[in-house]
C-alpha cells in the first residue's frame, strides 16, 4: 500500500536549518510528485514546494524567499525537505504528500520543527 | 495567487444534520481544480473530493462537492460521529498551490 514516512521531531535554535525526510513507498513513484505542506500552530495549512522524482524538477512557493530547498533521493526513495535561516514563525508540523493526477491523494504523518532559543 | 475564502468559519451542528461548507476562490479556477480535505486533531489531511465534484477512494456518498468558477460547496448530507472535523479546500490549477483557512465543524 502506498505510504510516506516522515523522519521525527526536530528541533533547532533560531538561525539553523533543519532537514525533514519522507520515504516513499508502495507505488510507482516515477509517475508521481511529492509536496511539502507546512501548518504551524492554529494556522491553515500553507503549501511550500513539490519535487518531480522521475526527472527531478522543483517548485516552491515564493514566500520562503529560497529558503528551501527539496531533493529527491533515488536509492533511498526518499523525498527531502531543508529549510534554513529558521525563525519562530517557522515552528509547524511539516507534511509530505503524493500528487499522482493533482490533489494531494496520501500524506506523510507529519513532523513537528520547533524553533526556540 | 489564488486567495481561497472559506465560510463559515465554525459551524455547530448535531449528528444527523445536514453540514454545508462554502469555499469561494478570488480567481476562477480552470477546469474546476478544486480539492477538499478533513483533518483531525493529530492527524494528517484526508482527501475527500477533488475536480470540485469527485469522491477520493473509500470516501463515503454522504459527502459530495459541487460548485464551478469560483464558488464551491462541499455537503455532508448527515453528520455522523467521526465528520467532526476541521475542512480545508485547495485549489491545483495554479501555482502557488493555496489553501482556504479551514471550516471546523463541532458537535452542537
Known amino acids: 500500500q502506498v505510504q510516506l514516512v516522515q523522519s521525527g521531531a526536530e528541533v533547532r535554535k533560531p538561525g539553523a536549518s533543519v532537514k525533514v525526510s519522507c520515504k516513499a513507498s508502495?507505488?510507482?513513484?516515477?509517475?508521481?510528485?511529492i509536496h511539502w505542506v507546512r501548518q504551524a500552530p492554529g494556522q491553515r495549512l500553507e503549501w511550500m514546494g513539490w519535487?518531480?522524482?522521475?526527472?527531478?524538477?522543483?517548485r516552491y512557493s515564493q514566500r520562503f524567499q529560497g529558503r528551501d530547498t527539496i531533493t529527491w533521493d533515488r536509492s533511498a526513495s526518499t523525498a527531502y525537505m531543508e529549510l534554513s535561516s529558521l525563525t519562530s514563525e517557522d515552528t509547524a508540523i511539516y507534511f509530505c504528500?503524493?500528487?499522482?493526477?493533482?490533489?494531494?491523494?496520501?500524506w506523510g504523518q507529519g513532523t513537528l520543527v520547533t524553533v526556540s532559543s | 495567487e489564488i486567495v481561497l475564502t472559506q465560510s463559515p468559519g465554525t459551524v455547530s451542528l448535531s449528528p444527523g444534520e445536514r453540514a454545508t461548507l462554502s469555499c469561494r476562490t478570488s480567481?476562477?479556477?480552470?477546469?474546476?481544480?478544486l480539492a477538499w480535505y478533513q483533518q483531525k486533531p493529530g492527524q494528517a489531511p484526508r482527501l475527500l473530493i477533488y475536480g470540485a465534484s469527485s469522491r477520493a477512494t473509500g470516501i463515503p456518498d454522504r459527502f459530495s462537492g459541487s460548485g464551478s468558477g469560483t464558488d464551491f460547496t462541499l455537503t455532508i448530507s448527515s453528520l455522523e460521529p467521526e465528520d467532526f472535523a476541521v475542512y480545508y479546500c485547495?485549489?491545483?490549477?495554479?501555482?502557488?498551490?493555496?489553501f482556504g483557512q479551514g471550516t471546523k465543524v463541532e458537535i452542537k
Open positions: 519535487i518531480t522524482p522521475g526527472n527531478g524538477n522543483t
Open positions: 480567481q476562477s479556477l480552470s477546469s474546476s481544480y
Open positions: 485547495q485549489q491545483y490549477g495554479s501555482s502557488p498551490r493555496t
Open positions: 508502495g507505488y510507482s513513484i516515477g509517475k508521481s510528485v
Open positions: 504528500a503524493r500528487e499522482v493526477l493533482g490533489p494531494l491523494d496520501y
